[in-house]
């Protein structure tokens, strides 16, 4: 049959029409439907190792405090001048220079060393919380991940439902006609076999939303039956171009410099040795036989002396650990611009391939298959029906794998910049 360009159009708008009617439906009555929104916030709070990096963070900030204090001073008690040899050996009496002694003695190290030590601290507790930000945005995409798989299963399932019906009526024609002697059994056995497809295909469907709900459970705690409407994949939260200009401070890359921050400060520290330390020691002695008592005091200094095989060789090392880490960093950044590329451009692809499927390929593919059925309910052959409805069948298919993929793609990008405007 021909249809004219307004019947055209006409029947794309109402199939438009009943599509999204049809994916709006819940598929199961019960608990009210997750949405993405509630998912994240939960995923988010109760995520284990979250809850462990969080812990990380205050054990380090703990260690941080501590950073460039002055090491614990050294209580030292003995006995001078202790004569060991006759005359008077093994006596405390017999000689006057032996006294007993307490003392105490501190270690200085160098402020530029203190300082250093304060830096590195500071820079690990910063690395640590851009892993942070990192994990959260690994989970982030993840749960919607999970959640994106039951919602996708459902959307098959509600447009492989709704044919179900169509393969009712080509039954009961095929059994009228049979019982009317105009159909042959061949038609009427084909007809059953359709329909048995079809529900083979619906019993896949549901095992597929069994393990769809238990990945979402492994992130949520509890068993999810159907998740509500989804955010709009075919916008982003964050604009191509923002995403592109805001490369380094996607989550993936905040580590990097906070890593460059750890190899500047840990080079700071090399440097620093090659400043002396300082130690000061005090003690008291106190003599027998009346004798005055005696006190010392010292104070010592570290001499960074031959530092070509010492100092400068450990500074050296760390320089080469620093450029290594740059050198990383840059390879890093374009890694990610290019995975962040590909993936604006697969999601853009898919977007239009969507809206070929919504505006041209499956509303064709429906009046082909009504138009089919209709014909065969007037005495014409059933085999074009049985080819029109597995072909709207594998359509409608790849339809869902398209919102899928595209879904997923806005996944991987919505969350890259960890800020407000980059949640759904």
Same mark, same amino acid.
């Not at 003392?103 to 690990?124: E, F, K, N, V």
């Not at 009427?188 to 497809?197: D, P, S, T, V, Y």
């Given at each position: ?5 307004? &019947?055209?159009?006409? %029947?794309? /708008?109402? =199939? ?13 009555? #019960? ?17 284990? %190792? ?11 900030? @703990?260690?941080?405090?501590? &950073? #460039? ?22 006596? /405390?009496? %017999? ?8 003392? !105490? ?18 820079? @690990? ?21 999970? $959640? ?17 019906? *169509? ?10 006609? !049979? ?18 497809? !079809? ?15 238990? #990945?979402?459970?492994? =992130? ?23 995403? *592109?200009?805001?490369? +380094? ?69 760390? *320089? ?14 374009? *890694? ?10 697969? =999601?853009? /692809? !898919? ?15 429906? +009046? ?6 209709? &014909? ?8 074009? =029906? ?23 793609? $806005? ?14």
């Amino acid at each position: 049959m021909l249809f004219s360009s307004f &019947a055209h159009r006409a %029947s794309v /708008g109402v =199939w438009t029409a009943v599509l999204f009617g049809t994916l709006a439906a819940p598929v199961h009555a #019960g608990d009210p439907p997750l949405t993405l929104d509630a998912a994240l916030y939960k995923a988010v709070g109760q995520a284990p %190792s979250l809850m462990a990096h969080h812990a990380h963070v205050a054990s380090m900030e @703990q260690e941080a405090i501590r &950073a #460039g204090r002055l090491p614990d001073p050294v209580l030292d008690i003995g006995v001078d001048n202790f004569p060991v040899t006759s005359p008077g050996a093994f006596s /405390g009496r %017999s000689d006057p220079m032996t006294m007993r002694t307490i003392g !105490l003695t501190q270690a200085i190290p160098s402020r530029a060393a203190r300082t250093a030590d304060i830096a590195l601290a500071r820079a @690990q507790v910063n690395a640590a919380d851009a892993e942070g930000a990192d994990e959260t945005q690994s989970i982030q995409q993840r749960v919607t991940t999970a $959640w994106i798989a039951l919602w996708a299963t459902q959307q098959q399932r509600a447009l492989l439902t709704v044919l179900q019906a *169509e393969s009712d009526v080509a039954v009961r024609t095929a059994q009228a006609r !049979l019982h009317g002697a105009e159909g042959s059994a061949t038609d009427a056995l084909a007809a059953h076999a359709e329909e048995a497809a !079809l529900a083979n295909r619906l019993e896949q469907v549901d095992a597929d939303l069994a393990v769809a709900q238990a #990945g979402l459970q492994r =992130w949520l705690g509890e068993t999810v039956t159907q998740v509500a409407d989804g955010p709009d994949f075919s916008a982003l939260p964050v604009s191509p171009d923002r995403l *592109e200009q805001g490369i +380094d401070q996607q989550a993936p890359m905040q580590v990097w410099h906070a890593r460059e921050q750890v190899a500047q400060a840990a080079l700071d520290q090399a440097r620093a040795a090659k400043h002396p330390d300082w130690n000061v020691s005090f003690r008291y002695g106190r003599r027998a036989q009346d004798l005055s008592d005696m006190v010392m005091v010292q104070v010592g200094v570290s001499l960074p002396l031959f530092t070509r095989n010492r100092q400068d060789r450990g500074i050296s090392a760390k *320089e080469d650990q620093w450029e290594a880490v740059q050198d990383a960093h840059e390879d890093a950044r374009r *890694e990610q611009r290019e995975a962040v590329a590909k993936a604006v451009a697969t =999601w853009e /692809g !898919l977007g239009r391939q969507i809206q070929r499927y919504q505006d041209t390929l499956l509303p064709l593919d429906r +009046d082909r298959a009504q138009t089919a059925l209709a &014909a065969y309910r007037g005495g014409a052959p059933l085999q074009p =029906w049985l080819d029109a409805r597995r072909d709207e069948i594998e359509l409608r298919l790849r339809y869902v794998d398209a919102l899928t993929q595209r879904a997923q793609m $806005w996944a991987a990008l919505a969350f890259l910049l960890p800020s407000p405007e980059s949640r759904p």
